[in-house]
């Protein structure tokens, strides 16, 4: 039963601290999104990868975030420095061209 | 941009009936996927249901179905015979060929027994 995989999930941390979110997509998708879930946002787009090449991350605040995957295996988002309101839900989701998504369990990040 | 609407915040419905959740989305291009995924309480998303416009046939899994309006750009999800395990967020989400995911805001439905 294939299944997209995060790491933690669940993570407390201080503000300013360093945090890495790790996701391994189902084997044989080409596409990694990593979205994040508040209650007041809703789902909010942060990154989108096609065969490891980022294709939109204007999602994404550029100067605490970034997202990268250095294999097929592998997607990575962190932020550094953490903040309070980047306390939220993160979720990877992976797929197969423009076929459907199929999601993460999710890493629940809690910033102090 | 494309958008997706859900005008339904919350909706509620009895054991065994039927409920209709409704979604309605905005693009200007023709061929294009819908999806209406589901979030439990345990937050995973599970894929419900998937549409292709260039179908015109609704999509039907189980006791879930689909109105699909393509001119009014209509895409409503209908459960039939609710269960207490259907109680969850449901989201609308639309995607063009080779694009990223637009998802709607969410209705949350409460199953009551």
């Known amino acids: 039963d294939a299944r997209v995989t995060q790491t933690p999930r669940h993570k407390v941390t201080e503000m300013g601290q360093e945090v890495t979110m790790r996701c391994q997509p189902i084997?044989?998708?080409?596409?990694v999104f990593w979205y994040r879930q508040t209650m007041m946002q809703g789902l909010e787009l942060l990154a989108y990868?096609?065969?490891?090449?980022?294709?939109?991350d204007s999602g994404m605040p550029k100067d605490r975030f970034s997202a990268e995957m250095p294999d097929a295996t592998l997607a990575t988002l962190k932020i550094q420095p953490s903040e309070p309101r980047d306390s939220a839900v993160y979720f990877c989701?992976?797929?197969?061209?423009?076929?459907?998504?199929?999601f993460g369990p999710g890493t629940r990040l809690t910033v102090l | 941009a494309q958008t997706v609407t859900q005008s339904q915040p919350e909706m509620s419905v009895q054991e065994a009936e039927t409920v209709t959740l409704s979604c309605t989305y905005d693009?200007?291009?023709?061929?294009?996927?819908l999806f209406w995924y589901k979030q439990p309480p345990s937050r995973q998303m599970i894929l419900v249901i998937r549409?292709?416009?260039?179908?015109?046939q609704n999509a039907t899994e189980n006791r879930f179905s689909v109105n699909f309006q393509k001119a009014a750009k209509s895409f409503s999800l209908k459960i039939s015979d609710s269960q207490l395990g259907d109680a969850a967020m449901y989201f609308c989400?639309?995607?063009?060929?080779?694009?990223?995911?637009?998802f709607g805001p969410g209705t949350r439905l409460s199953v009551l027994p």
């Open positions: 989400a639309y995607q063009n060929y080779g694009q990223n995911f637009v």
């Open positions: 990868f096609r065969n490891r090449a980022p294709l939109d």
């Open positions: 693009t200007s291009e023709s061929d294009y996927y």
């Open positions: 084997l044989g998708h080409n596409t």
């Open positions: 549409q292709e416009a260039y179908k015109q």
């Open positions: 989701a992976s797929g197969l061209g423009s076929m459907e998504q199929y």
